[in-house]
């Protein structure tokens, strides 16, 4: 599968980027075994994608979307545009404090029971504050989603590395991403592996929330910079917790999707990562929604009835955007990952952020968004790529398989 070059963005991507970049087309050349199955995956997906967004249009976009609430996001940009300019993310993602007590006690009906190692739950208290001081009080009010949580998988015989998973939108279920990031393998050969519940999502969703992550994206785009601010902050948080309390040697992350953006945005922020490892990652949120109908309409018609276009739809929400820094790690740390026939996170996300990420290593996989089709083969590059880094030095000879 061979796919086209992007061209460089720049520093300010959110202009440089072409305006139509949405509706650019998804060119591969595929064998003949491989068209059918990706044509079929991506008609899933677009079945999928319209569910989804009729959705998300009728019970968030509504909730800070209309013109006027638009309106008010668009004046925060005198406080983030500067933020976003500089290029230096510690403007934004202020580092947590230290020592943030961290609770663990048993797992509650895991799927994976391991015989050499525990199954256990951690909360604790997120430390984060939000930038923009016109939503601290909206934004913390919601005091279930000012609790972390983290499911932990770990052996008898540690501290080992550890493996941090980021899930998607809305598929925040433990039991859906122990088999979504092939857990018994990752644990099988010698690492730790760790599942982060991003906020508003599972146990951190409002009561009264009607689906997880609504509350992500319903507050309105300020709101969405502030919730990518908390997902970071708490990951750090619990990298913490696990070098300095638990004496984990080394750290990674992985994550799909929603978790491949927040994972590809903490490598921009965290230098004690071993290695980041987006899977079918957004990279651009306003460009991904004008994909999803009926919420692309929405948004063309807000945009239109405040006087803005993408690229200040780009501008607001890029100070949370992991293509406005630099990542931290070098190249041959990071790896990207992303189906060819994927139309709810299309496949040119994927190569932009591989772009921006000087052409590291690229994994493509035959499947959409949710079908991950040959997942074996991306599990042997993944394994092949951790192991080139030394991450599972010091463990049994099979980790090295």
């Not at 989804?52 to 668009?74: D, I, W």
């Not at 739950?121 to 983290?150: I, K």
């Not at 409002?206 to 969405?224: M, N, V, W």
């Not at 063309?300 to 931290?328: C, E, F, K, Q």
């Amino acid at each position: 599968m061979q796919q086209p070059r992007p061209a460089p963005l720049g520093t300010r991507w959110w202009e440089t980027l072409p305006r139509g970049f949405s509706t650019e087309d998804e060119s591969f050349s595929l064998a003949l075994r491989d068209a059918l199955p990706v044509r079929a995956g991506a008609a899933a997906d677009v079945l999928v994608r319209t569910i989804g967004a009729c959705l998300v249009g009728g019970l968030a976009m509504p909730l800070g979307y209309r013109p006027k609430l638009l309106q008010r996001s668009f004046d925060d940009l005198r406080l983030v545009g500067p933020m976003a300019e500089s290029g230096d993310p510690t403007r934004f993602f202020a580092k947590p404090p230290r020592g943030v007590p961290v609770q663990t006690r048993p797992a509650r009906l895991p799927l994976n029971r391991p015989k050499d190692g525990l199954c256990e739950d951690l909360r604790f208290t997120s430390p984060y504050v939000p930038v923009n001081p016109r939503l601290r009080q909206s934004y913390l009010a919601n005091e279930r989603n000012r609790r972390a949580h983290v499911r932990l998988w770990r052996h008898h015989d540690g501290p080992r590395p550890m493996v941090i998973a980021v899930h998607g939108f809305s598929a925040d279920l433990y039991h859906l991403n122990e088999w979504f990031f092939a857990l018994p393998w990752l644990y099988a050969v010698g690492c730790d592996v760790a599942l982060f519940t991003l906020p508003f999502h599972g146990k951190r969703q409002a009561p009264l929330s009607p689906f997880s992550g609504h509350g992500f994206f319903a507050g309105g785009a300020s709101h969405i910079n502030e919730a990518f601010g908390q997902a970071i902050c708490d990951l750090r948080v619990l990298i913490d917790h696990l070098i300095e309390e638990r004496g984990v040697p080394r750290v990674g992350i992985t994550g799909v999707s929603l978790g491949g953006f927040t994972s590809a945005l903490l490598a921009a922020v965290e230098p004690r990562l071993s290695f980041a490892v987006p899977n079918v990652p957004v990279t651009s949120l306003p460009d991904l929604v004008l994909e999803w109908q009926p919420i692309g309409t929405i948004l063309r018609g807000a945009l239109a009835a405040t006087g803005r276009s993408i690229v200040d739809a780009r501008y607001l929400l890029s100070v949370s955007s992991p293509l406005t820094y630099p990542p931290l790690l070098g190249r041959e740390r990071l790896m990207v990952i992303g189906g060819v026939g994927d139309r709810l996170a299309p496949p040119k996300h994927a190569r932009l952020l591989w772009e921006h990420w000087d052409r590291c290593r690229l994994h493509w996989f035959p499947g959409n968004h949710l079908i991950h089709l040959d997942r074996g083969a991306y599990l042997r590059e993944m394994g092949k790529f951790l192991g080139g880094l030394g991450f599972f030095e010091g463990l049994p000879a099979r980790a090295a398989e």
